[in-house]
């Protein structure tokens, strides 16, 4: 019994699956991968990809710097009015032959734009825009699913408009126009495309070069590849062979360290190389620059034969000569207070009769000043000095009253 409610499920189930099987159709769907790499990063990959190919220089910068004047510059999602200077420069650049190219995406008090380029917005009617939202309405298919990749080429396109050159019947299939703005100049424009009696991109003439204003951002990621964006972009930019061309945003800006390095780069290794020598210079050292010297101490009596030696080679000793002289004179005089008022030879009799020291000794040493060798020097400072302490020492026995 149990087998055979077993095999009736699994025929039940098997049947099931057929018959689902049977009602389900597989459609391929082609949806947009995402973007990767370079193309991710740069919104206009695309446009400097084809720019490229025709020849030109083309690159993507956060930056205006000084350009040739027969250059390109296209500006998205740029303020106008950030920088006075910067501002300025740009209109100098397009007065001396620069072209402009501008989208409709410029931040910034626009005013100050319309008063230079004279190329301004203003908005569309109510009514208008109220109409075209019900004719693209109406225009957007429902999906259904034999469509595949061709719904998402309608789907792309069904807010391109078909926009007309002036002076010409060449058209340009256009995706994204503001709904709600469209362009006027108060300016004879050389080039120029409508949608009926409505401005939608226009050139003017500003000195020697031009401002081409679109009222529209085309030319970013996909939407390149939309309408007739191609075309357009290179009759917009007057696009040539070997022409410098570089697109301006502000939308999205490198690192502070990368705007420095791009922009400052001799700088910002001069002031690393100062920093990394004051922090050398400052920085606590593992040893001394030279090693110590250990400390010794001399005894007196090696001070003392120093000193003389010193004496003795720098001037043939007549220092420490006139030395022994003045002390022998400071202790004589203690004893005999008119010592400096007697002749070199009462002097000398004093002293004998004083000290007792010979005066054939105490003579040659006292009043002889002229160059001895060693053996001489010794001897007349030991006789000036051993009278010196037999002064001394009869001056300390007069004080105790011996």
């Not at 340009?172 to 949608?195: N, Q």
């Not at 410098?244 to 502070?256: A, C, M, N, Q, W």
């Not at 001037?315 to 008119?338: E, K, T, W």
Request: hydrophobic content about 45%; overall charge neutral.
């Amino acid at each position: 019994m149990k087998r055979a409610i077993t095999l009736i499920v699994v025929v039940a189930l098997v049947a099931l699956g057929v018959f689902v099987a049977s009602r389900l159709k597989v459609v391929d769907q082609k949806v947009p991968m995402p973007l990767r790499g370079e193309a991710a990063r740069n919104p206009f990959y695309a446009a400097i990809a084809l720019s490229e190919e025709l020849d030109a220089n083309a690159d993507w910068e956060h930056a205006f710097v000084a350009r040739p004047a027969d250059s390109v510059v296209y500006l998205s999602r740029w303020n106008w009015t950030l920088s006075a200077a910067r501002r300025e420069r740009i209109q100098r650049w397009v007065e001396s032959g620069g072209r402009l190219v501008v989208d409709d995406s410029l931040l910034g008090d626009v005013d100050q734009f319309v008063t230079w380029s004279g190329v301004g917005t203003i908005e569309r009617e109510r009514h208008h825009d109220e109409e075209a939202a019900e004719d693209d309405e109406e225009e957007v298919p429902e999906p259904s699913q034999d469509a595949g990749g061709d719904f998402l080429a309608q789907f792309l396109k069904r807010d391109c408009e078909l926009l007309v050159e002036d002076g010409t019947k060449h058209t340009f299939s256009v995706c994204g126009l503001g709904r709600h703005d469209r362009l006027m100049t108060t300016r004879k424009h050389t080039w120029a495309l409508r949608l009926g009696d409505k401005l939608e991109a226009v050139r003017v003439a500003v000195g020697r070069g031009s401002v081409t204003v679109l009222n529209a951002s085309p030319f970013t990621h996909r939407d390149f590849i939309m309408g007739d964006h191609a075309e357009l972009f290179v009759v917009a930019t007057q696009l040539r062979h070997d022409d410098d061309l570089v697109f301006l945003t502000e939308d999205k800006h490198g690192s502070i360290v990368k705007l420095l390095w791009q922009y400052g780069a001799p700088i910002v290794l001069l002031l690393a190389g100062m920093i990394a020598l004051a922090l050398w210079r400052a920085g606590v050292r593992f040893g001394p620059l030279i090693a110590p010297i250990d400390a010794a101490r001399r005894s007196l009596a090696e001070q003392i034969r120093g000193t003389g030696q010193f004496a003795l080679r720098f001037g043939g000793g007549r220092a420490l000569h006139a030395a022994s002289v003045r002390a022998l004179r400071d202790a004589a005089i203690q004893r005999l207070p008119n010592y400096d008022r007697l002749s070199s030879e009462e002097r000398i009799a004093a002293l004998v009769k004083l000290t007792g020291v010979s005066g054939d000794d105490l003579g040659p040493a006292l009043n002889y000043s002229g160059a001895r060798n060693a053996h001489e020097l010794r001897n007349s400072i030991a006789a000036l000095e051993t009278a010196r302490r037999l002064i001394l020492s009869k001056n300390r026995r007069s004080k105790h009253g011996n």
